[in-house]
């Protein structure tokens, strides 16, 4: 077999690799910063899963092809599509990055800890009040509004 055949091959197991490891740290830790490095883990290995879709031996890239001095039809061209899809979701991939480490940071200042199980045992160790529901708050809104106005207009 020829060095270039098993390219295809290592990219593949990679991508599977990180695909797994990604799995296996949003799945099994509890810590929120090991949870999105596992989401790290994963947007790569499907970043690199597209790549390797595109990839050709022996090929050139389109943009380096002359095509006055070369017949097109002989020489092997790489799929630009996935490499484009590929860039497009590294830039959206960073933007995700970005806020789920400032939703960890107002996590952190909220709970003193980034351990998902102790977040979901003071979330529900808090007491359920009439108050706290988003249809008493739009309701007490609403009056203190209209207080307001009233106040308002009769001073005016």
């Keep these: ?3 270039v055949t098993w390219i295809p091959i290592f ?3 990679g991508a599977i690799g990180l695909l797994t490891l990604g799995i296996f740290a949003m799945v099994f830790y509890h810590d929120l910063i090991r949870m999105v490095l596992g989401l790290l883990l994963l947007e790569s290995g ?3 899963f597209l790549v390797t879709v ?3 031996p022996y090929a050139d890239a389109p943009i380096l092809v002359d095509p006055a001095l070369t017949n097109l039809h002989t020489i092997g061209m790489v799929d630009p599509v996935p490499q484009a899809l590929v860039l497009t979701a590294i830039v959206i991939g960073v933007g995700v990055q970005a806020l789920a480490l400032a939703l960890i940071i107002k996590i952190y200042r909220a709970f003193g800890t980034l351990d998902v199980r102790q977040i979901a045992k003071k979330i529900a160790a808090v007491p359920e009040t009439s108050g706290d ?9 609403n009056l203190t509004l209209q207080s307001k106005m009233i106040n308002e207009g009769e001073t005016a």
Excluded at 133 to 141: G, K, L, N, R, Y
């Design 46 to 48: 499907v970043n690199l």
């Design 11 to 13: 990219a593949y197991l």
């Design 1 to 3: 077999m020829d060095n």
């Design 54 to 56: 595109g990839y050709r």
């Design 133 to 141: 529901s988003p249809a008493s708050f739009q309701t007490d809104t």
